[in-house]
């Protein structure tokens, strides 16, 4: 069964909220929003969507737990679905431009670059800025020699507000898949600094520093794993960065 097909749309009424579960508390839509945030913070996607699911369970026209949902889709490669949801939300929300910029991030890592485009291109439109649509467009132009990628991130730091640390690490990780790993860098420090608990980041920062080659990438990692422990990515990482590090010193000697 795919993921989607467990998503739930919650009570389509205003602000109704459906029964806790006998012995727990009622919660938020904002808490269940927030800890999406949180899980998605750690790199763990999984949970971070089925929170997202909780909070529009409380709230149906939450905007930020349908945003989340869809997002987390992706980074599940659950693309196709990602669209769906996203047009959903697009019936209760067509006036957002993050939703359309969702969807032309999917259809990218989908390999539909034509409708990746259209979709990206119609979000920019709307003249409605918001960070999520020029990160979209970097994301678009990702795997071309554009020099208008850099540009595109730079318009989504600039517009970032309250979720700035979120943008700057969302910027630093499509900078490392460019292989910009300096300009990735500054991105990730800055981000880490102020969310020195988010294994995400750390994971994010760790690989660009053994890209670059810097003695810090195994530090990095080791606290990746330490916030987040048994995350096979992340261990995966730190055991060739220390192998590396290992034969480097060797081979010094």
């Known amino acids: 069964m795919k993921r989607f097909s467990k998503l739930e749309l919650g009570d389509k009424s205003p602000g109704r909220k459906s029964p806790p579960p006998h012995g727990e508390p009622l919660r938020s839509a904002e808490y269940f929003a927030g800890e999406g945030l949180r899980f998605w913070l750690a790199g763990d996607f999984e949970p971070a969507l089925r929170n997202y699911c909780r909070a529009l369970e409380q709230n149906s ?28 939300a697009l019936e209760m929300f067509p006036e957002h431009p993050e939703l359309l910029a969702a969807k032309a ?15 990206s291109d119609n979000s920019i439109a709307m003249n409605n800025a918001a960070p999520l649509v020029w990160l979209a467009r970097a994301e678009v132009l990702l795997n071309r020699k554009n020099h208008i990628f850099e540009s595109c991130i730079s318009k989504a730091v600039a517009l970032a507000a309250n979720d700035g640390l979120i943008v700057r690490l969302w910027a630093g990780r499509l900078l490392n898949q460019n292989g ?4 990735a ?24 520093q053994a890209a670059l080659g810097r003695p810090q990438a195994a530090a990095s990692l ?4 330490k916030l987040r ?5 992340a261990e995966d990482a730190l055991r060739k960065c220390e192998t590396k590090g290992f034969w480097s010193r060797l081979l010094g000697k």
């Open 222 to 225: 080791r606290q990746c794993v």
């Open 61 to 88: 026209i939450f905007f930020p737990a349908w945003l989340g949902q869809v997002l987390m889709l992706i980074e599940l490669g659950e693309y196709r679905e990602a669209v769906l949801w996203a047009d959903k």
């Open 185 to 208: 860098l500054k991105y990730l420090q800055s981000a880490i600094e102020h969310l020195p608990k988010s294994a995400l980041a750390w994971y994010e920062l760790g690989f660009c």
């Open 105 to 119: 991030i999917a259809c990218a890592r989908d390999g539909k670059m034509d409708k990746a485009i259209a979709y």
């Open 229 to 233: 422990p048994h995350w096979i990515a």
């Open 180 to 183: 910009n790993f300096p300009a």
